[in-house]
């Protein structure tokens, strides 16, 4: 059962007259509901000292922390417990958060255009002579306070030649310029105001109106119209508020009185705004704060001519003044708490999206580079899987990842693509940084670093990952990051420059994208992640714990663009690149494995794992030359046989240049002399094979693809063919 705490700073519920209608409502959607002040709450043993409505009374009850709160309290009020609250808002979502005050607002929706021309012109009052010059211009003006609520505080003031009319309420004087300046400076002495052109909307009695648009979310997380009504001023009185003798009617009826055939379209033109207007504010608070809103009470005017003109906007608006719509908003309330609880994941996901598309640019296009010792062809394969699913992506070809490959890809990039997904690989300093200046990514996979090409830097690790990091220096640098919490070299990775957001996959690490429960299959990989907050398993069918990690980088990407967890599901259903790990299947329950395109020892042991994990009888390695290793070469040879032997492989069969060191280490672990072989000559351990491979043999083929070792898979297949 979904808890929900409702937080306000008032100590008792009786004085907050919502609180019963939210304590029967909540009781009426199956959820638990308490009320409660900061300073009862317990970060120790996580509790809360609350209240409960049960049997007509509010009840002392020390509540578990909830799963959500209902932010119902003052924020000037609940200031004093500010920190109190931060460290809440670290453990637990909130619905209702601010958009600021009057002029917070103006200025967002200014700054954001596409409401600006709804706004009637406003400025800060900051002195006597500046409200003279605005006063000028406008000749009449409201005069309002900028946190004022309620319609308190608000001054109509025009200007008749050289006095001056001003309304409060209903009560009107005529000042001369020397009161009115001491009028204006002593409200300014209280607090900050703000001034706008006095816009009215008027009844055909003369009476003044206004309507409130009230807009919520709902139990699914969609914004919905809760109500709109007019507000009508008492005869003689130029404030409609309700608070200040204003009463409302029903919308319908006041707009055929009012407007005749034009009623219908009125309202449709008044429900659209509301929902336009609701949805732009929430993705600005999406963006700017990375956080949503969920309520927001919007007063407006209808000019002459019908336009329609916003006097402000609040994000804390009270009931409307009728019963079973104030229950239409506690209903709303209660059911996106509960929304909210349940669907973090999802809410996160829509604001690191909606963040992305704000940060990239109007057309908010993807370009994706991966680099990375390992991995970069599957991690994008992945990718381009689950982004093709919805998108139209330009996708590199499998290894083409050189400079030359990124000039041909720029030429071929066009206005019909929706993503972009590259690789970027390198064998020396200053070749990503090339790519980067050809085409700049926003969003960048480093997949780990290993010893592929270590030779070319001086055999010092810290170097490859200096190169890697070109990408980081290279891609925008408001983008996306991606990396491997369990690679232990990727902690030399240049990232503390980076002002943009980093994510992290694992599985051995707590991470943002970390698998689990990871079991080999038949033809793939099944496991099991959070994901947008909930459990879910997956499969990819291809071989190796390796390539769940492939897998992760993938899905860190696609679900910070806003892909479902079913539409990553049915991405990971990939068509595999050729000749990493693929399986034959030959007579006599003989397996062949394919993994003959890049060679170096991290991928070695990787593809090790695979053997070991589906040979059923004995298992064979053929092992060939690893390349650009330099003077680490005998080291990491002698760490491979070591590892063949704690493996627990059969045989061992090595193939090219000093790859005998495999063997003579494999040996002297403990592998026994008569089941290892060394070659320079293909034919020579081709004839071997097909000597000593017998039924139910898994034999594994890894080497890279300028040892052409994949004419030993040939080999294989046509000696063994079903």
């Given at each position: 059962m979904t808890i929900i705490g409702m937080l306000h700073h008032r100590l008792d519920p009786k004085t907050v007259i919502k609180s019963y209608a939210y304590a029967a409502v909540a009781r009426a959607e199956g959820v638990q509901f308490f009320y409660f002040t900061p300073k009862s709450v317990n970060f120790d043993d996580r509790t809360i000292k609350g209240k409960v409505y049960e049997d007509g009374q509010w009840q002392e009850r020390v509540m578990p922390f909830p799963d959500v709160i209902y932010n119902a309290g003052s924020p000037e009020k609940l200031a004093v417990s500010k920190e109190i609250i931060a460290k809440l808002k670290e453990e637990i979502p909130f619905t209702t958060n601010s958009i600021g005050n009057k002029w917070n607002v103006v200025n967002r929706l200014n700054e954001a255009k596409e409401f600006a021309n709804y706004l009637i012109p406003s400025e800060i009052v900051k002195n006597v002579e500046v409200f003279h010059k605005y006063i000028a211009t406008f000749n009449k003006v409201v005069f309002k306070p900028i946190d004022g609520r309620k319609g308190k505080g608000i001054y109509f003031i025009s200007k008749s030649g050289s006095s001056f009319e001003v309304r409060k309420d209903t009560h009107n004087s005529i000042y001369s310029k020397l009161q009115l300046n001491e009028l204006l400076n002593e409200?300014?002495?209280?607090?900050?105001?703000?001034?706008?052109?006095?816009?009215?909307?008027?009844?055909?009695?003369?009476?003044?109106?206004?309507?409130?648009?009230h807009a919520q979310k709902n139990g699914e997380g969609k914004w919905v119209v809760t109500t709109i009504y007019p507000r009508i001023a008492p005869i003689g009185s130029i404030i409609p508020n309700i608070n200040n003798g204003g009463y409302t009617n029903y919308l319908d009826p006041f707009l055929e009185q009012e407007f005749k055939d034009e009623?219908?379209?009125?309202?449709?033109?008044?429900?659209?705004?509301?929902?336009?207007?609701?949805?732009?504010?929430?993705?600005?608070?999406?963006?700017?704060?990375?956080?949503?809103?969920?309520?927001?009470?919007?007063?407006?005017?209808?000019?002459?001519?019908?336009?329609?003109?916003?006097?402000?906007?609040?994000?804390?608006?009270g009931c409307p003044p009728a019963f079973y719509l104030e229950l239409d908003v506690v209903v709303h309330s209660i059911q996106y708490a509960k929304y909210l609880a349940e669907n973090q994941g999802r809410i996160k996901n829509e604001i690191m999206a909606r963040k992305y598309k704000k940060q990239n640019g109007k057309l908010g296009l993807p370009i994706i580079a991966i680099t990375g010792s390992a991995g970069k062809t599957t991690s994008?394969?992945?990718?381009?899987?689950?982004?093709?699913?919805?998108?139209?992506?330009?996708?590199?070809?499998?290894?083409?990842?050189?400079t030359e490959h990124t000039k041909k890809h720029a030429a071929e990039i066009n206005a019909s693509h929706e993503a972009v997904v590259l690789e970027y690989g390198m064998a020396y300093p200053g070749i990503i940084t090339n790519h980067c200046s050809i085409i700049q990514p926003n969003i960048s996979i480093v997949t780990n670093i290993g010893l592929a090409h270590v030779g070319n830097f001086d055999g010092d690790i810290k170097k490859v990952a200096e190169a890697k990091s070109e990408l980081i220096h290279g891609m925008n640098q408001k983008g996306l990051l991606v990396i491997?919490?369990?690679?232990?070299?990727?902690?030399?990775?240049?990232?503390?420059?980076?002002?943009?957001?980093?994510?992290?996959?694992?599985?051995?690490?707590?991470?943002?994208?970390?698998?689990?429960?990871?079991?080999?299959?038949?033809?793939?990989?099944?496991?099991?992640?959070?994901?947008?907050?909930?459990?879910?398993?997956?499969?990819?069918?291809?071989?190796?714990?390796?390539?769940?990690?492939?897998?992760?980088?993938?899905?860190?990407?696609?679900?910070?663009?806003?892909?479902?967890?079913?539409?990553?599901?049915?991405?990971l259903n990939f068509?595999?690149?050729?000749?990493?790990?693929?399986?034959?299947?030959?007579?006599?329950?003989?397996?062949?494995?394919?993994?003959?395109?890049?060679?170096?020892?991290?991928?070695?042991?990787?593809?090790?794992?695979?053997?070991?994990?589906?040979?059923?009888?004995?298992?064979?390695?053929?092992?060939?030359?690893?390349?650009?290793?330099?003077?680490?070469?005998?080291?990491?040879y002698r760490k491979v046989g070591a590892y063949i032997y704690e493996q627990g492989i059969d045989?061992?069969?090595?193939?090219?240049?000093?790859?005998?060191?495999?063997?003579?280490?494999?040996?002297?672990?403990?592998?026994?002399?008569?089941?290892?072989?060394?070659?320079?000559?293909?034919?020579?351990?081709?004839?071997?094979?097909?000597?000593?491979?017998?039924?139910?043999?898994?034999?594994?083929?890894?080497?890279?693809?300028?040892t052409n070792?994949?004419?030993?898979?040939?080999?294989?297949?046509?000696?063994?063919?079903?």
């Open positions: 409200q300014l002495s209280t607090g900050t105001f703000i001034m706008q052109p006095y816009i009215q909307s008027i009844m055909k009695s003369g009476q003044v109106y206004d309507f409130r648009l009623a219908y379209n009125i309202r449709r033109m008044l429900e659209h705004f509301t929902l336009s207007l609701a949805q732009h504010l929430d993705e600005i608070q999406m963006v700017q704060f990375g956080e949503v809103i969920d309520e927001i009470g919007i007063d407006v005017g209808l000019d002459e001519h019908q336009k329609i003109w916003v006097y402000e906007v609040n994000w804390r608006p994008k394969a992945f990718l381009a899987s689950i982004l093709s699913k919805k998108w139209n992506i330009f996708e590199s070809k499998d290894y083409w990842n050189t491997n919490k369990d690679d232990e070299n990727s902690k030399y990775l240049s990232t503390q420059q980076f002002k943009g957001e980093t994510l992290t996959v694992g599985i051995h690490s707590v991470a943002n994208y970390r698998a689990y429960d990871i079991h080999y299959k038949d033809n793939g990989m099944s496991f099991k992640m959070k994901l947008q907050g909930q459990e879910i398993a997956l499969f990819i069918p291809i071989l190796g714990e390796h390539h769940v990690y492939n897998a992760l980088n993938a899905i860190a990407v696609a679900d910070y663009l806003g892909f479902t967890p079913q539409e990553i599901k049915a991405g068509k595999k690149p050729p000749r990493r790990l693929t399986l034959y299947n030959c007579r006599d329950q003989i397996t062949v494995i394919d993994d003959t395109v890049h060679s170096h020892p991290q991928g070695v042991r990787a593809a090790i794992d695979v053997l070991t994990n589906i040979g059923k009888k004995r298992k064979i390695a053929i092992i060939g030359q690893m390349r650009e290793l330099g003077d680490l070469r005998e080291e990491e045989l061992l069969i090595t193939y090219g240049f000093r790859t005998e060191e495999i063997g003579a280490e494999a040996m002297a672990k403990g592998l026994n002399q008569s089941n290892i072989y060394h070659f320079i000559n293909k034919e020579e351990m081709h004839a071997l094979l097909g000597e000593i491979v017998k039924q139910g043999d898994t034999i594994l083929v890894k080497g890279a693809s300028k070792m994949f004419e030993t898979i040939k080999f294989l297949d046509q000696t063994f063919k079903a």
